[in-house]
């Protein structure tokens, strides 16, 4: 069973109709209509009752079609936030700060809008927040320190 065929088996699925699904999906209906066939084999069942007037989702057809939208909505999720993290546009950032930097240029970066990224808040002594004990927890490393009067 591949995405595809499942895309393919929703169309039909919805539209009811071999013809406007295959119009839906811009490709000829002998393709589609093979590309079923070829899923049903592989499933070992009959996921449409044809006759000459309509087609009908058998019992099989109605399980699966619950299954392969929930699969295709998660896929499309999973595409979505991946290229959202890869472009730097949600994800997570971790900021550990010792008390005397809440002054000047930390309170405006935690008000940096970040309404994608998941904000935890954790206090720590300077002890807590030593840089070995913190290599376990780095994901990037900042090559120079923040600095408000940077050139």
Known sequence: MEFRQLR????????LHFGRAATRLDMAQPPL?????????????????????????????????????????????????????????????????????????????IKWDCQDFRVRRTRGSPHRLHPQRLASHREHRASQPLSPHRP
């Open 33 to 109: 209509s093979r590309q079923i066939a070829s899923l049903e084999e592989s499933l070992g069942v009959q996921l449409f009752d044809r006759s000459r007037s309509q087609i009908r989702l058998t019992q099989a057809g109605v399980v699966l079609q619950d299954h392969a939208r929930q699969i295709l909505d998660r896929m499309d999720t999973a595409q979505r936030e991946t290229r959202l993290v890869g472009a730097g546009g949600a994800g997570r950032l971790r900021i550990a700060f010792v008390g005397s930097a809440s002054h000047g240029l930390l309170p405006m970066l």
């Open 8 to 15: 393919y088996f929703l169309a039909v699925a919805e539209e």
